[in-house]
C-alpha cells in the first residue's frame, strides 16, 4: 500500500471516530447547547465500512496462505475490544441503573440482558428481524455487520472450489438475513478501492479530480450541508431493516467515499508523506490505534457519568467536562485492550489450529 495512502486513511479512521463521539456527546441528552453539530454518526459508519472493505482485502492479498490466520487475526482484532467492551457496559449500566434508574430506562436496553449480550458477543445481534442493543451501547451494532462481512469475504476468498465459495454465500445468508447484506455494497466498494488502487490504473490528473469530486460530494452529504439523494428528511432507523433502513443513501455516500479515496491514492501514488519520526505521522498512527476504543467504550462511559454526576447540561464547560473525562477514561482503557492485542492473537491462532493438528495427527 502507498504509505501516503496509508496513512491518509489512518487519519480518515480517527477522524470519523471522533466525529461519532461527538455526535453521542452532542445529543440533547447530555447537552443543551451542542444541538448544533450534524448528527453524522450513521454516516461515519459508512465510511468505517469503506474503509474496512479495502483493509481486509489489503491484508488477505498480502498474506493470502491461510484462512485460519486470517479468521484468527480478525477475531482478535474484534474480541480484544469488543468483550471489554461488553464487559464496561454490563458493570456500569448495573450500577448506574441503581444509582440513576430513569436516566438508564432512556438510554440503555436492560431487558434480557444476557440474550442481548449473548448475542452481541458472538455477533448476531442484528440477524434477521434483531436489532438488540447490549444495555447502553449503541454503536455495538455496526461490529455485527462488520464480522459478517470478514465471513463472508474469507469464505469466497479462501474457497478452493466453486462450490465452497457457494457455500459460504449460503452461510452468511442463513446467519444474517436480509439487513446485513443491504449494506454489503457499502463494504464491497472498500475492496473494490483496493483493487484499483493496486493496478494503479488512474493517472494523477485524474486522481485530483476524483479526489476532490468524491471528497466533496461525501463531505457534503455526511455533515448534511445538501441532502444524499434519496435519504427522507425525518429519517430514523425502523423496522423492519432498522440501521439498513437507508441502504440506498448510504450505497451513494460510499460511492463518493470510494472515489475520493481512489483519486486521492492515485494523485499521491509519487508522493512521500512525512517520515515516521515526524511528529504529524507519529500522532496519525497514535490517534488511529485507538479508534475503535473510542468507538466502542465511548457510549456507556457517557452515560454513566451523566447519570451519577450532576452537572448543567446547558454550560459549555461542564459538558467540556464530561467529554473530556469519557476520553481519558477510553485512552486507558484502549492501553488495556486495543493497544494489548497480541495475546488475543495468540489465542485465537492456537484456537484455529486445532482442526488442522487432530487432521494430521
Request: glycine fraction near 8%.
Amino acid at each position: 500500500m502507498n504509505p501516503v495512502t496509508s496513512l491518509y486513511l489512518d487519519l480518515i479512521r480517527a477522524l470519523a471516530a471522533v466525529v461519532v463521539f461527538l455526535h453521542h456527546g452532542g445529543m440533547g441528552f447530555f447537552s443543551d447547547n451542542l444541538g448544533w453539530l450534524p448528527p453524522t454518526g450513521h454516516e461515519m459508519v459508512v465510511v468505517f465500512f469503506v474503509l474496512s472493505g479495502f483493509v481486509i482485502a489489503f491484508s488477505a492479498d498480502r498474506a493470502p496462505g491461510s484462512w485460519r490466520i486470517f479468521g484468527a487475526d480478525r477475531l482478535s482484532r474484534l474480541w480484544s475490544v469488543a468483550l471489554p467492551a461488553l464487559l464496561l457496559s454490563a458493570l456500569l449500566d448495573f450500577i448506574g441503573h441503581r444509582l440513576a434508574p430513569d436516566v438508564y430506562q432512556a438510554q440503555a436496553a436492560l431487558d434480557h440482558a444476557p440474550v442481548r449480550y449473548g448475542l452481541a458477543a458472538t455477533f448476531l445481534n442484528q440477524s434477521w428481524h434483531l436489532a438488540s442493543k447490549p444495555g447502553s451501547n449503541g454503536p455495538f451494532w455496526s461490529l455485527a455487520y462488520e464480522f459478517w462481512y470478514y465471513a463472508l469475504f474469507a469464505g469466497w476468498f479462501y474457497a478452493r472450489s466453486m462450490f465452497g465459495k457457494i457455500a459460504a454465500v449460503i452461510i452468511f445468508i442463513v446467519f444474517t438475513g436480509w439487513k446485513i447484506a443491504l449494506l454489503l455494497p457499502v463494504w464491497l466498494l472498500g475492496v473494490g478501492v483496493f483493487q484499483l488502487c493496486r493496478k494503479a490504473t488512474v493517472s494523477a490528473a485524474l486522481g485530483w479530480c476524483m479526489a476532490l469530486v468524491g471528497g466533496g460530494m461525501g463531505f457534503v452529504w455526511a455533515f448534511g450541508i445538501v441532502p444524499i439523494p434519496l435519504l427522507p428528511v425525518h429519517w430514523q432507523a425502523h423496522a423492519p431493516h432498522f440501521f439498513s433502513s437507508r441502504f440506498i443513501p448510504d450505497l451513494l455516500l460510499g460511492l463518493a467515499v470510494a472515489i475520493h479515496f481512489v483519486g486521492l491514492d492515485a494523485a499521491l501514488r509519487r508522493r512521500s508523506g512525512p517520515d515516521k519520526g515526524h511528529w504529524c505521522h507519529r500522532a496519525i498512527r497514535w490517534a488511529s490505534g485507538r479508534s475503535f476504543s473510542l468507538y466502542l467504550f465511548h457510549m456507556p462511559i457517557l452515560v454513566f457519568i451523566s447519570g451519577v454526576v450532576s452537572y448543567d447540561r446547558s454550560s459549555t464547560i461542564a459538558v467540556m467536562g464530561l467529554l473530556l473525562a469519557t476520553l481519558l477514561v477510553v485512552l486507558v482503557l484502549s492501553e488495556l485492550t486495543e493497544q494489548r492485542r497480541d495475546p488475543w492473537r495468540r489465542l485465537m491462532r492456537r484456537l484455529f489450529s486445532v482442526p488442522e493438528k487432530i487432521v494430521r495427527a
